[in-house]
Structure formats: C-alpha cells, structure tokens
C-alpha cells in the first residue's frame, strides 16, 4: 500500500513538469503545422486562408531544396567522421599519464562551453582572415599566396569550425568509456604476443562501440540544426546552404511563414528518419 502511494505522490509531484515539456514541445509543432498549410505573409497582407499542400510542393520544388539536404548531410557526416577518430585519439592521448593532466583535460574540454556564434567569429576573424587571420600570416611566411577559406573552402572551413566545437564532447564520453576498460585484459593480450595496433583494434575499438555509437547520436540530433556558424560566416552562400539556414531565408528574409513552416516539417522528418536508423544501430550495439 505504502508503495502504490508512493507512486501516485511521485506521478502528481512529476504531472507539472511533464505538462509544461509536452506543451513546450506541442504548442510550437501544432502551429508549424498550422501555418504550413496557410498562406501567412506577415508584412505583406497577413494570413491569406488555407492553401493545402501547396506550400509543401513549392518547397521541395525549390532549386534549392535538394542541394541544402545535400550540404546538410555532407557537414553531419563530415563532422561526425573527425568528431569520433580525432576524440579516439584524443582519449588514448589523455588517458596516458602525463604531468598536468587535469589541466589538459580542462583545456582539451573548454571549446564545448564556447558559444557558437563567438566560436564562430573567432574562427573567421583571428584563424581564416586572408588578411590578418593565422592561416593567412602563415601561408605569408612560407611565401605563399594567404587563402580565402570562407569563400574557396567553404565548406571545409564550416566542418573545422563545427567540429573544434564538438570534439571536446565526443572526447569526453570516450575518455570515460576509455578508462572503464579492463586493464588485465590488455595486460593479457600483450602477455600473448598482441603489438598495439592489434590491442586498439581488437580491444579498445570493439569496448567503444558503444560509446561510440551514443556520441554519433547525440551529436547528429544537433548537427541537423546547425545554424549560428553558417549565419556568421558565410551566411549560405558558397554552397553553405543547409536546411535550417533555407527554412530561414523563407521566414525571414522572403517573409513566408507558410513556405518556412512547410520546411521546417520536412526538417523534422529528415531527422526522425536518421534519428531511427541511429537509435536502431545504438540499439544493436547496447545489445551486445
């Protein structure tokens, strides 16, 4: 009797949170859906009636529909790829003794707590200015003609600078999963002749799969949103375009409520679709 209390109190004292998380998330998806079947042009006559799927339609029809899921999943991947290898490298490095570790570590972590818009502005300014960036005074002092990367290497540069944002996080998980790995296994298996090569390979790689498999989950549920980086670099042009940079041109700058909303549907089901081929992956690997 005393537990089934318990739980009523326990439900009742959650009610209110709950309540509040399903409304915060309901009230703004119910009325992207209202708007994307209405033709709603706020500073340009206001809500003009219920126009169906047209906006929908016009939308994916867009010359530029395409190419922004192109670029949108060509920057998830990319970062993802130097996200997990360079944070495996980062664990095995940080998980060594060393003098200053903790320092290090702190270090290695504190580009995950930058803003992405100072990040960003910090990338384009002191490192990619042809001018007076770092990259540009080094291509100068090996006597090289300084690179615009912003504008020849768009879409590398945006990767770099997503990437130097989220690698602290990836690291962090993989580091962890790193140390709780069984030291008298490795111990064992270099006593049986296995070099470190094959000790990383048939050891460590397989003890962080699920590790790893969380870090490319987490970080490709917010990667299919990026937004700040592109808006303070290149502003989508040089083919920077994603979906969520589109869905606000349309809102914004072409002030069509209506054509946004209808994107910002196909935004959420572009990453319902990779969240559950990732949660099936994930799920695979937490079997195991």
Known sequence: MATRHARSAAR????????????WMLVPLTMTLWFSFRKYLPMRGGDLGFVGFENYVRFVKSSAFWPSIQVT????????????????????????????????????????????????????????????GFFGHLWRAFGAQPVDWL????????????????????TLILLTALQSLDREQLEAAEMDGAGPIARFFYIMVPH????????????????????????????????????????????????????????????IILANIVAIFLMRIVGRNLDR
């Not at 879409?155 to 770099?160: A, K, L, V, Y």
């Not at 590790?211 to 987490?218: E, K, M, Y």
Request: hydrophobic share 60%; charged share 5%.
């Open 73 to 132: 999943l060509t920057l998830v991947v990319g970062v993802l790829v130097i996200t997990v290898v360079l944070g495996i490298l980062l664990a095995l490095l940080l998980d060594q003794p060393m003098w200053g570790q903790g320092v290090v570590r702190i270090l290695v972590i504190a580009p995950f707590f930058v803003m992405p818009t100072v990040s960003a502005l910090v990338w384009k300014n002191i490192m990619l200015d042809p001018i007076n």
């Open 12 to 23: 009742l004292m959650m009610a209110p949170a709950v309540i509040l998380l399903l409304g």
């Open 151 to 170: 504008s020849q290497a768009s879409m590398g540069s945006i990767i770099t600078i997503v990437s130097w944002e989220w690698l602290p996080f990836s």
């Open 208 to 267: 962080l799969a699920r590790a790893i498999t969380v870090v490319i989950l987490i970080q490709t549920i917010f990667l299919l949103s990026i937004f700040a980086e592109i808006f303070v670099t290149t502003g989508g042009a040089f083919g920077t375009k994603t979906l969520t940079y589109l869905i606000y041109q349309r809102v914004l700058e072409s002030q069509n409520v209506g054509l946004g909303s209808a994107g910002g549907v196909y935004a």
